[in-house]
Nanobody, 118 residues
Framework: QAQLQESGPGLVKPSQTLSLNCTVS?????????WSWIRQPPGKRLEWMGV???????YYSPSFKSRTSISRDTSKNQFSLQLSSVTPEDTAVYYC???????????WGRGAQVTVSS
């Protein structure tokens, strides 16, 4: 059973770039599935941000496309999120998840709280 773990700074200043990593164990990110980033701002619904497929192809939500980049480090079996020009509205719990595409997200990380504040 694969496991996912988010890591990165919990506090980011406005206008800076938020960077998070998701380390995957128990399965390779290059052989199957897609790997997504999802966030939940306080009091709001989950927001899908983007995905990187097992072959490295990326897709982004239109809501985040201009500020988001998802990449991967296959040597670490890790994929990453960068969100630029953050504002306090980007304060949220950020999750990485395995995306089966046909049946949705089946494995989630525990989430990483990121606060944007000066």
């Amino acid at each position: 059973q694969a496991q996912l773990q988010e890591s990165g700074p919990g506090l980011v200043k406005p206008s800076q770039t938020l960077s998070l990593n998701c380390t995957v164990s128990g399965g390779s990110i290059t052989t199957a599935y897609a790997w997504s980033w999802i966030r939940q701002p306080p009091g709001k619904r989950l927001e899908w941000m983007g995905v990187i497929s097992y072959d490295g192809t990326t897709y982004y939500s239109p809501s985040f496309k201009s500020r988001t980049s998802i990449s991967r480090d296959t040597s670490k079996n890790q994929f990453s999120l960068q969100l630029s020009s953050v504002t306090p509205e980007d304060t949220a719990v950020y999750y990485c998840a395995r995306d089966t595409v046909l049946t949705g997200f089946d494995i989630w990380g525990r989430g990483a709280q990121v606060t944007v504040s000066s």
